[in-house]
């Protein structure tokens, strides 16, 4: 959703948990599944990688190729198979399913795999140290401009689709969350939120990490400098009176005049008049079972 993050100071500690060797009752025996000659493990997936004549191919545990040894590498990333073919070059890389289904052709310089739904794949042209998007680890001396940006969309069933085609002016960064993505554009400097058809929901975000759409699909909107909410069909749910909507937590969330806060709910009603300095958040509430969320403002109808 398009609202400001509120700032939380936490201190992780590390827990080291040790196994024990524990007796058991019964014996444990191992089979061999299969012998794959010419084989590596791909880190972190459940797949191998087959050496044959001109390159490498991808293929099951079993050994069963899933794609032609035509690949000069592979690296697992978030689900995917990112995949280079054995050319090498500037326009080589691609994506591939674990199955070995090609989702983005091996013809682009650079991907970047968001989450299971968005996938940028990114051309880039020869530059120098004075100005450049990206460098090799391969070379000092190695740099490269953005030339394009095209934006895949990954649905459910694993098809994919080329939803956008941006040049270096329309990209600078981007994140995403579910079937929305966010991409802040060069040239302004602005962040806009787009669905899966690449049409904008929510516009002047402040932050390129901000959720764009909540649970109950929200956006924020502004007007006159004032922000207000719309659901997803574009309907006002709240007109635009405050300078930040923060996130919701729960079914509340904090507004802000810049100098006071109060409180709204999902429906755009004012729960608690922005004439407070500050709106508590809890992190302690009973485990909210749908968003695994113990943090909140509201407990037992009363609020601090």
């Keep these: 959703m398009k609202y400001w993050k509120r700032s939380i100071s936490a201190i992780a500690g590390a827990a080291l948990v040790f196994a024990g060797v524990m007796p058991v009752s019964a014996q444990t025996s191992l089979e061999k599944a299969a012998t794959v000659e010419g084989a590596d493990l791909l880190y972190g997936s459940n797949n191998l990688t087959l050496e044959g004549e001109s390159g490498y191919a991808l293929a099951d545990m079993a050994g069963t190729p899933l794609t032609e040894a035509v690949y000069g590498s592979f690296s697992y990333n978030g689900g995917y198979i990112v995949a280079t073919g054995a050319e090498g070059g500037l326009t080589s890389t691609g994506v591939l399913t674990a199955e070995g289904k090609e989702l983005v052709p091996c013809r ?51 098809e994919a689709s080329c939803v956008a085609s941006l040049t270096r002016d329309q990209y600078l960064d981007s994140s995403a969350y579910g079937e929305y993505i966010n991409i802040q554009d060069r ?14 929901v929510a516009t ?6 901000d959720e764009p759409v909540d649970g109950d699909g929200l956006v924020t909107f502004s007007s006159n400098g004032q922000y207000g909410l719309q659901d997803a069909q574009g309907n006002t749910v709240m007109e635009p009176s405050f300078q930040y909507i923060y996130d919701f937590y729960r079914d509340y969330a904090v507004v802000s005049t810049g100098e006071k806060e109060g409180l709204i709910d999902r429906e755009g009603n004012v729960v608690l008049p922005a004439e407070f300095d500050e709106v508590e958040l809890n992190y302690y509430l009973p485990e909210d079972p749908e968003s695994e969320s113990t943090s ?9």
């Design 187 to 200: 040239a302004t400097n602005g962040i806009t939120a787009y669905d899966s058809a690449f049409q904008p």
């Design 108 to 158: 682009y310089s650079e991907i970047e795999v968001l989450n299971p739904h968005w996938i940028l794949a990114i051309t880039l042209d020869e530059a120098t140290a004075d100005q450049y998007d990206y460098s090799s680890f391969l070379s000092n001396d190695a740099f490269y401009l953005i030339n394009t940006v095209d934006v895949y969309f990954i649905s459910q069933d694993k």
């Design 296 to 304: 909140g403002y509201g407990a037992f109808g009363y609020f601090s």
């Design 204 to 209: 002047d975000l402040s932050y390129i990490y």
